[in-house]
Nanobody, 123 residues
Framework: QVQLVESGGGLVQAGGSLKLSCAAS?????LAWFRQAPGKERAFVAG????????LYSDSVKGRFTISRDAAKITVSLQMNGLKFEDTAVYYC???????????????????WGQGTQVTVSS
């Protein structure tokens, strides 16, 4: 069983920046961030394959958000710049179990989830 511990999040004005971090307690195949706004479905934000380091971003955050990792600590960060009101959501870290196949942007492939952290962008 892998546990995911998230940190970061909070309240920021539009145009500002925040950084989220997610630490995994065991071996994983991929790690991603999803978000869920009130009344909306959970949506993919950004993800990274653990072995190759390949990254993928949703069109809505491309060019503004950057996902990076510290392989030694099994930690992934999401640097969020140029935040917009529509980025307001609960952000979840998710991981794919080691050895499992996955599609980075599809939440059905993820086995482990963090507790979520609130990001609020004021306009």
């Amino acid at each position: 069983q892998v546990q995911l511990v998230e940190s970061g999040g909070g309240l920021v004005q539009a145009g500002g920046s925040l950084k989220l971090s997610c630490a995994a307690s065991g071996s994983i195949n991929a790690l991603a961030w999803f978000r869920q706004a009130p009344g909306k479905e959970r949506a993919f934000v950004a993800g990274m394959s653990w072995r190759g380091g390949d990254t993928l971003y949703s069109d809505s955050v491309k060019g503004r958000f950057t996902i990076s990792r510290d392989a030694a600590k099994i930690t992934v960060s999401l640097q969020m710049n140029g935040l917009k009101f529509e980025d307001t959501a609960v952000y979840y870290c998710a991981a794919v179990r080691s050895g499992r196949a996955y599609v980075l942007h599809n939440y059905n492939y993820y086995n482990y989830w963090g507790q979520g952290t609130q990001v609020t962008v004021s306009s």
